[in-house]
């Protein structure tokens, strides 16, 4: 048994080792951050006592929103035909929740208490709603996924009552992703005199659970691309096509609202006299949102592989960005003080990241992830059948 | 939101920036009393530095703590409820409950909470108008009983609130016309005056008259109706296109079985002759 996973473990590629190396140092930084306390590992201060960590949490959730927007599209609106990319999304989305889970005990100054939220209520609090719901969360994930995990097992005998029970636990889990994708926004709600009035506004909580479905589904859309050199699987084209069919109306429903709220506040002026504010407002909007936009409302960019990766690709920068515009950024000093990250608080995140990408690749080696995916060989040859279908529907549908 | 005249046993402090002569021995009691470090301390001195031009070298301090706001940001921010407003008007610490998320130093429009980084298990420092020393019979917290030029004073807050207009009413050359703390952040029960603008002393200019407490709670406080609303909504959504999905099937099985019937209903031979005529 030893000697067979020695072998196993012999049989990695470099790129293995590489990030293993990155993770184990990565969680020593993290295991001396416990030890030693936050002053002398981060940067944190009495004037920025969040930093670098936060912003990546944010920036995380909104990208695991694929896993419940997703869940969404299949199970709620029954676009079976996306069915497919729920196993890759649902495991990106767990691992991406785990990183968070990771990333707010570090943040944790009495990590030792970390279960109090569950046991000493505030409701007026958002970020009492987000740990709960995170954490109800990603029981769910894990719910959805353990399918996959036990496929392959002798407790194989559970999976239909499993999967008995996905409908409500799918529709628990948009719900708590609806309501936690916008709390995270309610979050800086209470932090009004430090947020940067471009980006203040009582409308956060829609703002970010909007972007969180265009980051969802852009997450999709460039992890199928991406798995395509990376695990020679990928999503049939039209899936793909069809996905990205939804980014431009979420983007536009975003733009509209975040421009009609300047309007409406009388702060439309803002956008070009805050300085460096203004540039990273315009670049959120225009790279993340405008230009997306208008390359995805082309058919022609839909179906190249190219043009929509493109175009997700910004979809997340947009969305990185505004989480640490709104989190780090266009928070405004005090005292002149301003935040950086010390080189402990990036290793920390830097090696949770590796671990992330680690886990990942490992789970989707070892268990049935990309069953349903389309293996790349055979794409041409599938695409051949689906024209065949759309041209001759009558004698596709005698087969 | 202010709650004066509701509840007589408010306390409040009234604190005057012209009588200040920044020895800091409220700095000294207030550690002693709370057994906190030099360091970490619950109450420091905000002041303007030496202005002026020689020789009318001018130069105003003013100790600084929590506010005890009538509408607290940190206990609408904190996660565990460790923050929570008492019927006296102190806004109390539960070091019991803290997880130190830091959220409360943010929320604070003061910047009041003061944080222990250099523990292993750190925790939030804040003044809590020292609720022990109060319960034991004492009048003042330790500050105000400390201060050798009355610079802090505490009392009920409405007679806290009442003696700052009267100083400025009584003394309209020496003081600004502003009582610091009346309308900030929505009301507090820490009043300043002071010889010189607030802003030269280094406090916070907040604009808004109304706690960003509130707007948090209109917000959190529909969260059980948006969640509903959305689960509700979803499963309508789904049993909808369900319905719809099987209706359809079902319509397709109809035609199917009609299809399939009309040749069964003739001879078993129809069978050949239906094949006959499709050619």
């Not at chain 1, 005990?105 to 209520?121: K, N, Q, T």
């Not at chain 1, 399918?147 to 499993?162: A, D």
């Not at chain 2, 999905?245 to 109809?254: F, I, K, Y």
Request: aromatic fraction near 10%.
């Amino acid at each position: 048994m030893i000697n067979k996973i020695i072998k196993e473990v012999k049989s990695f590629s470099i790129g293995y080792y590489i990030l293993a190396a990155i993770a184990i140092f990565g969680l020593s930084v993290a295991a001396y951050r416990l030890y030693a306390g936050l002053g002398v590992t981060t940067n944190l201060s009495k004037a920025f006592p969040w930093g670098v960590w936060i912003s990546f949490d944010l920036s995380t959730v909104a990208f695991s929103g694929g896993a419940f927007t997703l869940a969404a599209l299949v199970y709620v609106f029954h676009l079976h035909e996306l069915h497919p990319a729920v196993r890759p999304t649902v495991l990106a989305g767990l691992i991406g929740y785990s990183s968070v889970l990771v990333i707010l005990f570090m943040d944790l100054g009495r990590w030792d208490r970390a279960y109090h939220f569950l046991i000493y209520p505030n409701i007026n609090s958002a970020l009492f709603e987000v740990s709960w719901c995170i954490a109800l969360y990603s029981t769910i994930l894990l719910y959805e996924l353990s399918p996959v995990l036990l496929e392959n097992t002798r407790w194989k005998g559970v999976i239909p009552i499993i999967k008995k029970w996905t409908i409500p636990l799918v529709i628990a889990g948009v719900t708590l992703s609806t309501l936690h994708q916008s709390s995270l926004g309610t979050l800086f709600v209470v932090m009004s005199p430090r947020v940067n009035p471009l980006w203040y506004s009582m409308l956060l909580p829609i703002f970010f659970l909007i972007t969180s479905l265009a980051a969802g589904l852009a997450m999709v859309i460039s992890g199928a691309i991406i798995s395509y050199w990376v695990f020679g699987r990928t999503l049939p084209e039209n899936i793909i096509a069809e996905l990205a069919w939804f980014i431009p109306w979420t983007l536009g429903v975003y733009l509209v609202l975040k421009l009609g709220e300047l309007l409406i506040t009388d702060e439309l002026h803002l956008l070009f006299n805050s300085g460096i504010y203004s540039v990273l407002f315009l670049a959120e909007l225009v790279v993340g949102a405008v230009i997306p936009m208008i390359l995805l409302s082309f058919k022609r960019v839909r179906h190249s592989r190219v043009g929509v990766l493109t175009a997700s690709l910004l979809v997340l920068a947009g969305v990185v960005l505004n989480r640490f515009d709104v989190s780090w950024f266009a928070i405004k000093p005090v005292n002149g003080q301003i935040y950086t990250p010390s080189w402990m608080e990036v290793a920390i995140l830097v090696g949770v990241l590796a671990t992330a990408v680690l886990a990942y690749s490992l789970v989707a080696h070892y268990f049935p992830v990309f069953e349903e995916t389309a293996e790349v060989i055979e794409e041409k040859k599938a695409r051949k059948r689906r024209m065949g279908r759309i041209l001759h529907p009558r004698a596709a549908a005698g087969d | 939101m202010s709650e004066i005249g509701v509840n007589p046993n408010q306390k409040g402090f009234l604190i005057d920036a012209g009588r200040c002569i920044d020895c800091r021995a409220c700095l000294v009691a207030c550690s002693v009393q709370n057994e906190v470090s030099n360091t970490t301390t619950r109450i420091w001195i905000k002041e303007t530095g030496v202005v002026g031009e020689f020789p009318n070298l001018e130069r105003y301090s003013a100790p600084y703590h929590c506010m005890h706001c009538d509408d607290p940001s940190c206990v609408s921010a904190c996660t565990v409820g460790a923050l929570q407003k008492d019927e006296n008007g102190i806004v109390t610490y539960d070091a019991d409950r803290c997880i130190g998320c830091r959220y409360c130093m943010y929320a604070c429009p003061f910047q009041v909470p003061n944080y222990e980084w250099d523990q292993m298990l750190p925790l939030i420092v804040k003044c809590d108008m020292c609720v022990d020393r109060l319960a034991e019979g004492e009048s003042e917290p330790a500050c105000a009983a400390t201060c050798p030029t009355d610079a802090i004073m505490f009392g009920p807050k409405v007679d806290m609130l009442a003696m700052a207009h009267q100083r400025i009413e009584d003394n309209p050359d020496k003081y600004v016309d502003h009582v610091y703390g009346e309308e900030e952040n929505g009301g507090t029960a820490t009043f300043y005056v002071s010889p010189v603008p607030f802003e030269e002393l280094g406090f916070p200019t907040t604009e808004s008259t109304l706690s960003p407490a509130y707007s948090n709670r209109l917000i959190t406080h529909g969260t059980p109706a948006v969640a509903g609303a959305v689960a509700i909504g979803l499963s309508g959504v789904y049993l909808t296109i369900k319905h719809h999905e099987e209706a359809m099937a079902e319509l397709r099985n109809d035609a199917l079985a009609v299809e399939t019937d009309q040749p069964e209903a003739e001879e078993p031979a129809a069978e050949t002759q239906e094949s006959d005529n499709d050619q």
